[in-house]
């Protein structure tokens, strides 16, 4: 594990330099967002981590078509002319980024492969570092339990077809063939040109007596404990710890920040649940 | 032609010569790859990529990365199968193998998208209604039988979409490993039920390799198999046991498949082999190599399914191997670049189909004790309609920040087809500067 605070004295030198103009994205997962600031992250996370900023008007949410290939332009390219339009019109010079899930997928893409698209460069060159939220970056077993109904029964295509590509590339097999050839800092590969550093949810705790399952909607919570029957022992109920760890620098486990050292289920990484919120306002 | 026109033309080749110097790829060793000939096939796919401007990026890397720039094929593992049961087989039990205690059962009535499961038929399918029988005649039901039922409204919540009707259960984990019966008394229904089992905690994992992640049109591809708990071939159980089914097919995105032709290696392995098709539709996504094995001896009758996945390549492109290198003093010492502006790479590529391609690849250079640490990452990405030159320039400015100087080499050299999505070679070690 890496410490970021090495990173962060450097920002500040540089900030102070400079005079940097801070802004933050907020980039979904896998879906097709109209209005994530209300459906996916909710305003009162937005809002908690955007009282780090000088200026707190300095914010995007990001609203793109991620149930597409995360090369599809109405995935990164999408993500891209999002960031892109938002750098110039606000003049940012220092761009946080924080992803949840397959979100970091598609902001790896756009960090790795900087000659795809002409406003590649300019987003990296202002990207600060990428705050990855449970990152899918090894994909994870249960993208391949729903596609994997098909083997050797093409009949049952239209039934499973929902599957849509995002999901067939989460598939661990997919993503590391991903991994290996397009995009970066995954153990082995050269790392992306700006930091990628993410936030581990190691479990799902739900008891109808315990209010801390309420914590962003105790049904998703529910099941999410269900689906850690197909995960390792370590996992946010979507995703193993290792394919959350497995790309970039591991910045905190749940355990080593939250109040009560409480887990963050993988629906809880994206909300106001125990000072989740808190640790990226203090980033910024 | 006079006198000082030939001075002036010698003089100009002189520059070029100074300034611009051919040198060939290093020869490729193991591990390498590149398409032997160009595609002669129409490309069908539309471009993923339609950007027409040059594009160049580079970066410094940590010299303390631990880069590792063997490719080695993927290894995908497998604790699963699923099987389809006929509706006039019901009444007999559904018979489940397993292999460890704990094994998670999906299942669901298979129906068209305009049919729907009789309310009988769907009661039935609720575990309350279920009995469990092992190898030794007994029976459970409810919770002795089952643990952790769900449904699939919760499962669809947790961003786990499984097809309507299924139901989820654990067999409980204190009920020993084998063969058990399924007993779904009340279901009426005409339509079969899919049933999928996962054994989490089983020690007998499919593992799967291929020869090569990247398989070019008309190759021939190898996946091979084993039945182990580990990466430890020494491990491998299948080798000693019954084989009662191995199949194995190939799977395109565009849902063409393949059959493949299966055997055993002279070490008992698993194999399987095909030869892709010359001309495949080119579609995003890769292709896949579906697995199915039954294999038993005197304890377990043991089935897993698994898959891998490829990507299958219309070579588009290739190096031709000449690399012109321009901006170090070639005429005192080649490996002095203190006073150049940098470094200019150019790469010439050979294209069988106009498209926009790019050369990425690491830059390392030499530390005071002689070793050589990874310095930056280049990438340039440029529209080609023929066959031309793709550059890449390391600023000098890049190589001072880095500590590091000459002797450079160039490692893990990648041309990619960006229209295609398609990686066309890698060299480990490209050239040394």
């Known amino acids: 594990m890496r410490s970021k605070t090495r990173y962060m004295f450097l920002c500040l030198f540089f900030s102070a330099v400079t005079l940097a103009n801070t802004g933050v994205a907020f ?29 707190p008007n300095l914010y995007t949410v990001i609203n793109c078509d991620f149930d597409q290939f995360m090369w599809n332009s109405d995935a990164a390219g999408c993500l891209a002319a999002s ?52 990152p899918s970056s090894l994909g994870t077993p249960l993208a391949n339990a729903v596609t994997s109904g098909t083997i050797f029964e093409q009949a049952l295509g239209w039934l499973l077809g929902y599957a849509s590509d995002a999901v067939k590339q989460q598939q ?42 309420y914590c962003g909607g105790y049904s998703l919570n529910l099941g999410l ?52 919120a808190e640790l990226l306002r203090d980033d910024l | 032609m006079n006198k000082i026109n ?10 070029f010569v100074m300034s611009a110097n051919t040198y060939r790829l290093l020869p490729p060793k193991r591990g390498d790859f590149a398409p032997d000939k160009l595609t002669g096939s129409p490309i069908e796919s539309r471009s993923m990529n339609e950007n027409r401007e040059e594009l160049s990026f580079h970066w410094l890397l940590n010299p303390k ?56 038929s769907s009661y039935a399918l609720l575990p309350e209604n279920m009995i469990l029988v092992n190898r030794n005649e007994e029976a459970f039901q409810g919770e002795e039988a089952f643990i952790s039922f769900v449904s699939v409204e919760e499962m669809d919540e947790a961003g786990f979409s499984l097809p309507e009707g299924t139901v989820g259960f654990q067999i409980n984990p204190k009920l020993e490993a084998g063969t058990f019966t399924l007993h779904i008394d009340q279901y009426q229904s005409e339509f079969p039920l899919r049933v999928h089992v996962f054994e989490k905690d089983s020690a007998y994992l499919l593992n799967l390799q291929m020869n090569s992640d990247i398989a070019f049109e008309g190759s021939q591809i190898t996946v091979y198999g084993d039945l182990s708990p580990s990466s430890n071939m020494a ?89 012109e290198i321009s901006g170090m003093k070639v005429e005192s010492n080649i490996r002095d670049d203190r006073s150049s502006k940098g470094i200019s790479v150019a790469f010439e590529v050979d294209t069988a189909h106009p498209g926009r391609y790019e050369v990425k690849g690491l830059l390392f250079g030499s530390s005071r004790d002689g070793k050589m640490y990874p310095l930056a990452m280049f990438d340039t990405a440029v529209y080609l309609e023929e066959k031309g030159l793709i550059e890449v320039v390391l600023a000098q400015e890049t190589l001072k920040k880095s500590g590091l100087s000459a002797p450079y080499k160039i490692m893990g050299l990648t041309l990619k087809d960006q229209s295609r999505l398609a990686i066309l070679s890698f060299q480990r070690e490209a050239l040394t500067l």
């Open chain 1, 225 to 276: 404990e269900i689906t850690q029957a197909w995960l390792d022992n370590c996992s946010d109920g979507f995703l193993n710890c290792a394919s959350q760890s497995g790309a970039g620098y591991i910045w905190k486990y749940d355990y080593q920040f939250t109040d009560g050292d409480e887990p963050l289920s993988h629906n809880q990484s994206r909300r106001k649940c125990f000072g989740l």
């Open chain 2, 235 to 323: 491990d491998d159980a299948s080798s000693t046991m019954r084989t009662e089914q191995f199949e194995a097919q190939i799977h395109s995105p565009s849902g063409a498949i393949y059959p493949m032709e299966t055997s055993r290696t002279e070490y008992g392995r698993l194999m399987a082999t095909a030869t892709l098709p010359e001309k495949g539709s080119i579609s995003e996504g890769l292709w896949e190599v579906k697995v199915k094995a039954v294999l038993s001896d005197s304890e377990y009758k043991i089935i897993r399914e698994g898959e891998t996945a490829f990507s299958f390549v219309q070579p588009t492109a290739r190096f031709t191997g000449r690399v």
């Open chain 1, 172 to 213: 661990t097999h997919w993503m590391s063939y991903y991994n290996q050839y397009w995009l970066l800092g995954t153990s082995g590969r050269p790392s992306t040109p700006k930091g990628f550093w993410s936030v581990i949810g190691t479990d799902v705790e739900t008891s109808i007596f315990d209010p801390d399952s």
């Open chain 1, 27 to 55: 980039v979904h997962g896998t879906g097709h967002q109209t209005d994530a600031y209300n459906d996916y992250w909710k305003p009162e996370f937005v809002q908690k981590v955007i009282q780090g900023l000088d200026n």
């Open chain 2, 6 to 15: 030939i001075t002036m033309v010698l003089c100009i080749c002189s520059i």
């Open chain 1, 83 to 134: 960031l892109y339009d938002f750098i110039n019109a606000h003049g940012i010079t220092d761009l946080v980024v924080i992803t949840h899930s397959n979100g970091g997928n598609v902001m790896r893409w756009i960090l790795s492969n900087p000659t795809w698209d002409s406003r590649y460069p300019v987003i990296i060159d202002r990207v600060r570092w990428v705050n990855a939220l449970a």
């Open chain 2, 65 to 120: 990365e631990a880069i590792n720039l063997y490719q080695r094929p993927q290894r995908t593992t497998s604790s699963r199968y699923s099987m389809e049961i006929d509706s006039t087989e019901i009444p007999n039990g559904i018979t489940i193998d397993t292999t460890a205690p704990g094994a998670i059962i999906r299942l669901f009535a298979v129906h068209g998208p305009d049919e729907e499961l009789d309310l009988d």
